[in-house]
């Protein structure tokens, strides 16, 4: 699989924004799917999942409910939603993919993700 993130780009505060990941291959709808963001410097931040069989999906506990995660197994894209951007979501946001179903705490670590996406930089000004 193939993962080609995009939607990113320079955006002001309280502004909204949606990116996309499309996926190559026929097996899209086999894998769970997640968003990271990466600063320069810091860890691989966890996002959100939306699972591959049922659609549940987990939220990184600090997220306000300002990041929404959904998917669209026709078009092989799954979407991250960012609403009321600030400056410290600034980051570089990348897309993985897993064939597997598991609990957040599981999900939420980039080490059990089989491909990852190039990621797309979005840049939040004041």
């Known amino acids: 699989v193939q993962l080609q993130a995009s939607g990113g780009g320079l955006v002001q505060a309280g502004d909204s924004l949606e990116l996309a990941c499309v996926a190559s291959?026929?097996?899209?709808?086999?894998?769970?799917m997640s968003w990271f963001r990466q600063v320069p410097g810091k860890q691989r931040e966890f996002i959100a999942t939306?699972?591959?069989?049922?659609?549940?999906?987990y939220y990184a506990d600090f997220m306000t409910g300002r990041f929404t995660i959904s998917r669209d197994d026709d078009r092989n894209t799954v979407y991250l939603q960012v609403d009321d951007l600030k400056v410290e979501d600034t980051a570089v946001y990348s897309c993985?993919?897993?064939?597997?179903?598991?609990?957040?705490?599981?999900?939420?670590?980039?080490?059990?993700?089989?491909?990852w996406g190039q990621g797309t930089l979005v840049t939040v000004s004041s």
């Open positions: 291959g026929r097996r899209f709808s086999s894998y769970s």
């Open positions: 939306i699972l591959r069989n049922n659609g549940a999906t």
């Open positions: 993985a993919a897993v064939m597997l179903d598991a609990s957040s705490d599981i999900m939420r670590n980039p080490p059990i993700y089989d491909y």
